[in-house]
């Protein structure tokens, strides 16, 4: 199923004219598909049945409350990287128990707040968050389950902004220290070796660096069990990239492929903490061109979403398919920098980009923009963030309303 299709020449989002919740809503607008938020977390639910995995969404990807709430309620987790994380995921009722938590800066407070909260494991990444958790649990009376997520210098052939499985990157400790700090773990005061964990990267489209990294991680299990420490669970971290332009990818079932023999001839339970495969295309941006603004050989449609609002384009290089709502695929192609507000050459959506000819005023859909779109968007240039609209069949409503000129300065004070 595709929630975002046309219906004659109009873009819908299930049964929802995207042009309608454009007039009701305004633009900038997030609009987001329950049906595909459910297919692509039932996906991995069906892929990994036979192993009954903890599947943990990233928060990361979307933390939209009703998102993390549809999530709850397919049974999900949470994968969580900060208090706030916590926060919204306790907020929208996903169980304690089903949340785990990993971060290369994890500070005291909110390893006490996850140790209070009484989350399911801690993924460690570091000596020193180690020992500074182990005061805070054995202080509280209290022991917290762990594993240590390791580092497997692995290359995972994504961009090097989102590869966190090689050994220049802070995350992790490497896979040559996990024995010794394992035996160190156990010895701990408030501490519980209980997992191994890895998150290789993101927008992985190969399955070859799981292949490894599973294979190391079992032959780690193996060692760890000669020396006593009997860990029976092993987290392998983020999920399937996306096609973002048609492109081949990984599937949830290649990665179940994977991941469920090693976890068996590990003797171990299964984690998961895909993001993007979730919310990626189950969700859009919906932007309206301003301006049409014909420049030295160079046409801009300048729109009202700018990089504040989707932070990839610039950031990664990353590529969006750029689609006019209205299209009856009869009018002429142009090459145009698809561009916004904001006053930064920096700031596109899109450049040199072949799309229909359109006019001031029509509205563009930028596709896939559900995961690390808003959950990554700023006030920069003093821009209220976009708000945020869910959609299930003829339904919609807003799930995060468009932040106003008061709520810019709500939490500043004039010095005097
Ligand atoms: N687990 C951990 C520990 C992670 O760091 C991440 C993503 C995930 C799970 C989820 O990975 P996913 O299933 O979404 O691939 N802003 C970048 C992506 C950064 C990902 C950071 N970590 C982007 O827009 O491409």
Known sequence: MNSFHRHGDALRCEECPLADLAEIYGTPLYVYSMAALEENFNAYRDAFSPADPLICYSV???????????MAGLGAGAD???GGELFRALTAGIDPGRIVYSGAGKRADELRMALDAGIRMFNVESEPELLLLSRIAASAGKTADISLRINPDIDSGTHRYTA????????????????????????????????????LGSQITDIAPYRLAMERLVALAETLRASGIDCRVLDIGGGAGISYNGEKTVTPADLAGVAIPAAESAGCALVLEPGRSIAGNAGILLTRITHVKRGAGKTFYICDAGMNDLMRPPLYGSYHRIEPVADDGGGAVITADIVGPVCE????????????????????????????????????????????????????????????????????????
Do not use: Q
């Open 164 to 199: 966190t499985g090689g050994k220049e990157t802070k995350f992790g400790v490497p896979e040559a220290d996990a024995p010794a700090l394992y035996r160190k773990a156990a010895s701990l005061p408030g501490i519980n070796p209980t997992g191994i964990d890895v998150h």
């Open 80 to 82: 969580i990287v900060s």
């Open 60 to 70: 990361k990807s979307n933390g939209n409350l009703a998102v993390l709430r549809a």
């Open 345 to 416: 050459t920096a700031d596109f959506l899109a450049l040199g980009r072949a799309i229909p000819e359109c006019r001031e005023g029509e509205l563009l859909a930028v596709m896939d923009a559900g995961a690390y779109g808003f959950s990554m968007s700023s006030n920069y240039n003093a821009r209220p963030r976009a708000a945020e609209v869910m959609v299930s069949g003829r339904k919609h409503r807003f799930v995060r309303s468009r932040e106003t000129y008061d709520d810019l300065v709500r939490n500043e004070m004039i010095f005097a």
